[in-house]
Nanobody
Framework: QLTLVESVGGLVQPGGSLRLSCTTS?????????IGWFRQAPGKEREGVSC????????NYVESAEDRFTSLRDNAKNMAYLEMNSLEPGDTATYYC??????????????????????WGKGTLVTVSS
């Protein structure tokens, strides 16, 4: 129903910054969906990183990232972004964009349950290393 595509990650030195983006296929828009960001490192469970409600009224972050990451969206451009600053080696993971339809506009978003998210991108690898 909804195809999500993340931008390419890459190699970043500790302390550096990287901006990931998420968009959807031609003919679809993101404005009716909350957008979440999740990450998974080898041997670890998938972890919710951040989310933003469909109109931007609610945002949530994992504690380890709340002072360093910012979840943004620009519905006019049909884009969502995860700005990552002060990156640490522990941030190394495959990052996924996810979406879930907002039946009631802009109520909330959550990152505690990956299973509640219906649509997923293929993921992009972010490596933080010197």
């Amino acid at each position: 129903q909804l195809t999500l595509v993340e931008s390419v990650g890459g190699l970043v030195q500790p302390g550096g910054s990287l901006r990931l983006s998420c968009t959807t296929s031609v003919g679809s828009t993101l404005d009716g969906y909350a957008i979440g960001w999740f990450r998974q490192a080898p041997g670890k469970e998938r972890e919710g990183v951040s989310c933003v409600s469909n109109k931007g009224g609610d945002r949530n972050y994992v504690e380890s990232a709340e002072d360093r990451f910012t979840s943004l969206r620009d519905n006019a451009k049909n884009m969502a972004y995860l700005e990552m600053n002060s990156l640490e080696p522990g941030d190394t993971a495959t990052y996924y964009c996810a979406a879930v339809q907002s039946y009631v506009s802009d109520v909330y978003c959550q990152i505690s349950d990956p299973g509640a998210w219906d649509y997923w991108g293929k993921g992009t690898l972010v490596t933080v290393s010197s």
